[in-house]
């Protein structure tokens, strides 16, 4: 750890932002996140490091990129300050130039490299024709199958993977009084390893009656809620 | 109730192209307790999200109702058409972007008219929001429909759907506006009429057309518009802002979270233009030029800068190095924009005052073209048209721009502008040649690399208050054998040519001088389902001629047709200040070949002096 005054743009302090994206800003990609986040930064006022040359901007590594329509409570956004500032005040700064939508829920100096961490949980709730307990079953059933052959579009065109491996735990189960069924599952999400919880969205599109109608008498929400190490337990900070 | 449509917006996002346009929720919105709030404002803008975040006008606009305590004005866009048919499908209607609320609950709904081939859109807004699209079906109980922006300068064609129209810059207006609405409601005398006809009375620039008859010669053109009140304008005389220095410019943007098309600072720095060019109607309806002043330019700049974290500030006005100032300014805005990393960049450029130091101050840097825009390819058809602009000053500008290790330069040129022959048209591939010699002469150019000049050629278009609106459009046959014979002419390998689609140019002339009767043929249209016309990909040629015809209307009669020096135009109702005898002698030197000097140069006598402004170059009235 850098002490305050040792904090210089030749010697940048690591900060981790931990920051929630949810409701409607779910549907904001990745790449427009990215672009928001250096606007948030510079309207913020914190003394964000730059990269130096032609095209100088605030340096933004993110954790594990979302796709559109997941919404999250656990994003992880490194930058660098050039100059100390406290983590609070940088937390202050930064929410009161946010939304509720996207706010900023800590700020740290991290002990950790993102290539650490091993798997993401997820929330996942739907709202499908005939949920049942019976329908939580054949969903257990389908994915505790060995091996479960999917396609997963990769740069080099279909691939097909089994994606058993990749589920570490995963509960099904009925709620009866939102008519909902609901999973939560861990996922791995190594940088050569993603299980995108779509694809489990997918899988029970295809084997099962689910999520075939209309859009709007059946739908889905996804959560991530949390990031661990490889150990699939220990949460990742 | 408007939980529940956000909830089937929520639904049908997921099965939309481009969702980030409709989930809302940026910073910088403005969130009002609509209890509290006395009226509820909806400005609209008949495009795309992305090109509606980008207007300069909503984002002054829309900050101009909100200081008001008891406005609440909020956002709404024309819906993509596959954002169009999940609403259709699942009874979604056109909501507010703030609130979720649907158009239909709001007191007033204002349209932004940019661009003709817009109206579509606006009529299929109306009709999405469930609302009727004549005037005369909406009730006291529906929202009042105003409209604004360039082409309410003659808002005829659409004049039947609209309560009203604000003529001019609406900064003042608008609110004075909404005011009277809410006072009147307080007052318990409103009644859309009698709200109307009051404001008509005591508003300067509000337009009620249904306020108005007209009447029609045989041969169809205008016999007369009659005011069927005594007491309400015969003309309506536009509004302008004297002070552009103590004129509200906000000082924070709602942030899209997705690019849109002007995504960065938009710096207002003057209003008008000292030039007239021929054509051009923007540089007629924004006269006089009002200037800002340098030190209040670099407050406003940074004010945004520190509350939006744009890395960009565009200095828009419509030819920005005409600007009086401009050294003094750029000098400024750079003392703090290079210590954060701010580029500054500028959108048109004149040839004739594009400098070395100016380019090294400006951020086009980044991108390896530069644009310049002769408009027309020899010296005789640009005094015709009034660009002074000589071939010696793009060759000088083109070299700096070689000289900083440019390789790309576009040009902008017309055709079928009046009097044009071939050897206009043989100019304009040989303009491009030329520049293409000099790039090869110049020691400078980045070595290793050859240069690409691209044409691109726009089809004359004669609008509303030019000293062109008396002229015809050339036919589409002939647009279609002058872009042929232009392409024929361009053999420079290093040339590219494009050019503009004259079927849309067509429309857009038959409904930039068009007048009421073309109401009925866009009410057609938008029963059979038009909208984003100015879209290549949805605008179809052939049905909008049969929608002009089930009107039983002529589209050469618009745009073919060279009107008789004393014909009364659809336009005449508005006053912006110019007089039609300056356009007529402005139309008559076009046709001896003879230029009009700049408004720094020389005042012309236009008549826009009359309106006042501070730091314009008029002569005092
Ligand atoms: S009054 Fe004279 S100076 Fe003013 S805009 Fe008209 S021509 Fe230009």
Not at chain 2, 82 to 94: F, R
Not at chain 2, 563 to 576: A, G, N
Request: with cysteine; hydrophobic share 35%.
């Amino acid at each position: 750890m850098l002490s305050p005054k040792m904090i210089s743009d030749e010697n940048p302090q690591n900060i981790r932002i931990k920051f929630r994206k949810v409701g409607m800003l779910r549907y904001i990609s990745h790449l427009d996140l990215q672009r928001t986040f250096a606007k948030v930064i510079v309207r913020s006022g914190i003394p964000a490091w730059y990269t130096k040359g032609f095209n100088p901007h605030a340096k933004l590594v993110f954790a594990l990129p979302l796709s559109i329509g997941t919404q999250s409570e656990c994003e992880l956004l490194d930058i660098r300050l050039s100059r100390y500032m406290s983590c609070d005040e940088v937390k202050e700064r930064l929410n009161s130039v946010l939304t509720d939508e996207l706010s900023v829920i800590d700020v740290y100096e991290p002990e950790s490299k993102f290539q650490d961490i091993g798997y993401a949980k997820y929330e996942i709730n739907i709202v499908t024709n005939g949920a049942s307990d019976d329908m939580a079953d054949n969903i257990r059933a389908l994915f505790s199958k060995k091996p479960i052959l999917m396609f997963k579009h990769t740069k080099s065109g279909e691939k097909e993977i089994d994606i058993a491996p990749l589920i570490d735990t995963l509960n099904v189960s009925y709620d009866g009084e939102c008519d909902l069924i609901r999973l939560s599952a861990t996922l791995s999400a190594t940088s050569e390893n993603y299980l995108s919880p779509e694809m489990l969205i997918t899988a029970m599109k295809d084997s099962l009656e689910i999520l075939s109608t209309d859009i709007m008498s059946e739908n889905y929400t996804i959560m991530r809620t949390a990031l661990y190490l490889a150990d699939g337990k220990t949460e990742f900070k | 109730m408007s939980r529940n449509y956000r909830e089937r917006l929520d639904n049908v996002l997921r099965a939309v192209q481009k969702p980030g346009r409709y989930c809302g929720g940026e910073y910088g919105q403005t969130l009002k307790d609509k209890e509290k709030v006395k009226a509820r404002f909806a400005f609209c803008f008949p495009d795309s999200y992305e090109i509606g975040m980008s207007n300069l006008g909503i984002r002054i606009l829309y900050g101009v109702l909100n200081r008001e305590d008891d406005i609440w004005c909020e956002r709404a866009y024309a819906p993509w058409p596959d954002m169009e048919e999940m609403m259709k499908k699942y009874d979604i209607p056109l909501t507010a972007a703030e609130s979720g609320d649907p158009l239909s609950e709001f007191d007033i709904i204002g349209f932004t008219l940019q661009y003709e081939m817009c109206y579509t859109n606006v009529l299929n807004m109306l009709k999405l929001s469930g609302l009727p699209l004549r005037a005369e079906d909406r009730g006291d109980d529906m929202p009042i429909v105003i409209g604004g922006g360039p082409c309410s300068y003659n808002a005829e064609p659409v004049a039947d759907f609209f309560d009203c129209f604000s003529i001019g810059e609406g900064e003042e207006a608008l609110v004075e506006f909404t005011k009277l609405y809410i006072k009147m409601k307080e007052e318990g005398r409103y009644t859309k009429k009698d709200f109307l006809l009051e404001a008509a009375k005591t508003i300067g620039g509000i337009y009620v057309p249904s306020f108005y008859d007209v009447t029609y010669n045989e041969n169809g053109t205008i016999k007369a518009y009659t005011p069927i009140y005594d007491d309400i304008p015969k003309k309506i005389t536009k509004r302008i802002m004297k002070d552009m220095d103590k004129s509200y410019f906000p000082d924070k943007l709602v942030m899209p979270y997705i690019e849109t098309v002007q995504d960065r600072i938009m710096l207002e720095v003057y209003r008008g233009c000292i030039r007239g060019c021929r054509f051009c109607q923007a540089g007629i309806i924004y006269r006089p030029v009002r200037e800002k002043t340098p030190a209040v330019l670099c407050r406003q700049a940074k004010c945004l800068y520190e509350n939006t974290g744009y890395d960009e500030i565009s200095l828009s006005s419509l030819s920005i190095s005409d600007y009086s100032q401009i050294q003094d300014l750029t000098t400024k805005l750079l003392e703090w924009t290079n210590e954060n990393k701010v580029s500054l960049s500028l959108p048109s450029l004149r040839v004739d005052s594009f400098t070395k130091e100016l380019m090294d101050k400006i951020a086009t840097v980044r991108s390896s073209s530069l644009t310049f825009a002769p408009e027309a390819g020899t010296q005789r058809l640009r005094d015709v048209i009034n660009k002074n602009v000589f071939e010696d000053d793009l060759m000088r500008a083109v070299n700096v721009a070689f000289d900083a290790g440019k390789t790309q330069v576009k040009l902008y040129f017309m055709n079928g502008l009046p009097t044009e022959t071939s050897e206009d048209l043989e100019g304009i591939a040989k303009l491009a040649t030329n520049v293409v010699n000099e790039y090869y002469r110049n020691p400078n150019r980045r070595k290793g690399k050859s240069p690409q000049v691209t044409i691109s050629v726009a089809c004359f278009v004669p609008k509303p208050f030019t000293p062109f609106q008396w002229e015809t459009q050339d036919t589409l046959e002939e647009f279609e054998e002058k872009i042929e014979y232009l392409g024929d002419c361009v053999t420079d390998r290093k040339v590219r040519y494009t050019h503009h689609d004259p079927r849309t140019s067509r429309i857009e002339a038959v409904l930039a001088r068009g007048d009421r009767r073309l109401g009925k043929a866009l009410e057609i249209a938008c029963e059979e389902g038009f909208r984003f016309d100015a879209w290549e990909e949805y605008f179809d040629y052939d049905k909008w001629i049969s929608v002009i015809e089930k009107a039983g209307l002529d589209a050469s009669f618009y745009a073919n047709r060279r009107r008789d020096d004393d014909e009364i135009f659809p336009w005449d109702i508005i006053d912006c200040g110019v007089t039609k005898e300056f356009l007529m002698r402005e139309r008559n030197n076009a046709y001896l070949g003879k230029t009009t000097p700049s408004c720094r140069e020389k005042c012309s006598a236009c008549g826009a002096n009359t309106l006042g402004g501070e730091r314009s170059c008029c002569p005092q009235k």
